[in-house]
Every structure is written in C-alpha cells, then in structure tokens.
C-alpha cells in the first residue's frame, strides 16, 4: 500500500557570477556535456544529475548516493537487529526533484536531508566543470531564498532602513563556508569566532524619522541582507542563522507611512508537493517527482509574475 509523503519545495534566484569576458547562464551550465553523466564526491556522498525535461524550464532530479555509514534493519517480531546486505558497489540512493525557470531564473528544489542540499548541487555543477580538462569556465552561483510576495513588495517599497537584526550560532562553521569573502558580514561572524562564542547576536539601528533619523546605507544593508540570504542557501547557513528581521518604512495604500518587520527566515518562500510512495522504492519517482513540481510551477506562476514580472 502507497503512502502519501509531503516535500518540501525551497524557491531561490539565481545569480551567476563569472569575469566580464565570459557570458555564461546557469542553463548553459546545466545542459553543459561538462555535468551530463557525471559523478562528484561531495561531503561524503557520490552525487550526480539526470535532467528530466528541457524547455522554458529545465528539470532534473539529483540523485546521492550513500556508501558509507549505512544503518542497519530491524525485524519487528524477533526483534534482531542486521546487516541491510548490500553488495559491494551499492549503496543507499535518494532524489531531489529541481526545476529552474530560464525566464525569471527561479530556481525551485527539493529539500530532503537524506539527499544533495542545494548548496551542495551547486558545488557538484562547480566541481564537474573545473575536473573537465577542456573546460575554462570559471564561475560563482548565488542563490538567495525568494520571500513570499507580500514581505517580498514590502521590502521593494521600503525606503527608509531603522534596523537589522541578526543571530548565528556556530561562527567557526560559517566562516568555514563563507571564507572566501571579505566584507561586513565576514567582519561580524569573524568577531564571534575570535571571543569563542557559541551564538552571537548583533543589532544595526537609527534614529526613527520623527527623530530626525536619515535611516541605514540602504546599498550597504541590501547587500548585507543579499549576502545573508546567500548563506541561508547552505546546509551550514540553514542550521546557524538564527534571526534576520528587517525594520523600516513603507508607504502604504492611503501614502501614509508606518514602520513594519520583515522576518527573512519566516517569510522564505516555501511549498509542498505530495507523493505516492510505496514501502519500498525501486527508483526515485521521477515521472511523478517531475508531474508534481510542474504542476506547482504553474500554480506559482501568477505569484512570480507578481514579484519578478513577466
């Protein structure tokens, strides 16, 4: 007998970074013979990508496969506990369905911890093209999470910045995976490591305009919050950034203004998809892995349109 499993769906913009020269977009590097039929070792796992459907939209499924650690079985009425038997060679396989909209550059993706966490799909894609002897692309991909579309038209209004406050744990871990930077935010977590803190919390504010307050840089505190939303995109960023609320203020209907938060954790644009498991699989599901985010593609739309155009 079936059972219904509900997954879910994370949506994030994608921002392909390469050298002036270079004109390269994240469908190229999805369809590239670079990453077709090949394999990485990532964190542990062996990961590859089967592409499933191209067109405005490309579909794909990653598949990750564990060799290593796997849990034994457990028989319920003797109560022993034994090896799974797995040969050599095998191991414990899991998918995660994606879809990205060329149009928009939306990126929707499956989450599922068992699996390939998007950071780690994105750092497959970079470690098939840089293996590849007669590859010289050389590129970055940023994938801040969507919010949801009325917190999404709030921060677009916002003109006037009062505070942003934030939270991590861990600063030795996300400085690990945020090394390569160099600006406020690594300035911040650096702090945090230095003193051995296990969380650290910190507070950007300005006087209220009734103050007299001319509010924060908004170029400095957008791009702080462009970076922060970045790392919410790793698995390391994803357990250690704890808060990230936005106050400021945006007219509304009548052109009155009030100040209003904006929770970039809470407010994370986020659906479910439904399937039909059996007790045991004998392959991922990708025609219904690739029915189900299709149909939720659609059923988006009308918010994407809001937030992105088109």
Not at 198 to 207: G, H, I, P, R
Not at 252 to 277: A, C, F, M, N, W
């Amino acid at each position: 007998m079936n059972k219904s499993s509900q997954k879910i769906i994370e949506m994030f913009e994608v921002k392909v970074r390469t050298d002036e020269k270079l004109a390269l977009s994240f469908e190229d590097i999805l369809l590239s013979d670079y990453v077709k039929d090949m394999e990485a070792y990532i964190k542990g796992k062996d990961i590859s990508m089967q592409i499933l459907d191209t067109g405005s939209s490309i579909i794909g499924i990653m598949e990750t496969t564990r060799n290593n650690n796997i849990p034994p079985k457990r028989n319920k009425r003797s109560k022993k506990i034994g090896r799974l038997g797995l040969a050599d060679g095998e191991g414990l396989v899991y998918g995660n369905i994606f879809l990205y909209e060329k149009k928009r550059k939306i990126l929707m993706y499956e989450v599922n911890k068992f699996g390939c966490y998007v950071d780690h799909f994105l750092l497959f894609l970079n470690v098939c093209c840089s293996e590849a002897k007669d590859c010289d692309w050389r590129f970055s991909i940023d994938i801040p999470p969507i919010l949801n579309p009325n917190e999404y038209k709030r921060m677009k209004k916002m003109d006037f910045y009062k505070s942003l406050e934030l939270q991590f744990s861990n600063p030795t871990a996300l400085l690990e995976e945020y090394h390569h930077q160099n600006d406020s935010l690594s300035n911040a977590i650096e702090i945090g490591k230095k003193l051995h803190s296990e969380k650290f919390s910190c507070k950007f504010e300005v006087k209220s305009k009734r103050q007299g307050g001319t509010g924060l840089s908004q170029k400095t505190l957008r791009d702080m919050i462009d970076k922060v939303r970045s790392l919410l995109g790793t698995e390391i960023g994803s357990k250690n950034v704890k808060k990230v609320t936005v106050y400021g203020y945006a007219q509304d209907e009548d052109g009155g203004e009030k100040i209003e938060p904006i929770d970039l954790l809470v407010d994370r644009y986020i659906k479910h998809i439904t399937l039909s498991e059996p007790r045991e699989n004998v392959d991922l599901l990708p025609e219904q892995r690739k029915t189900k985010i299709k149909k939720l593609h659609k059923d988006c739309e009308a918010d994407f349109a809001q937030m992105f155009g088109g």
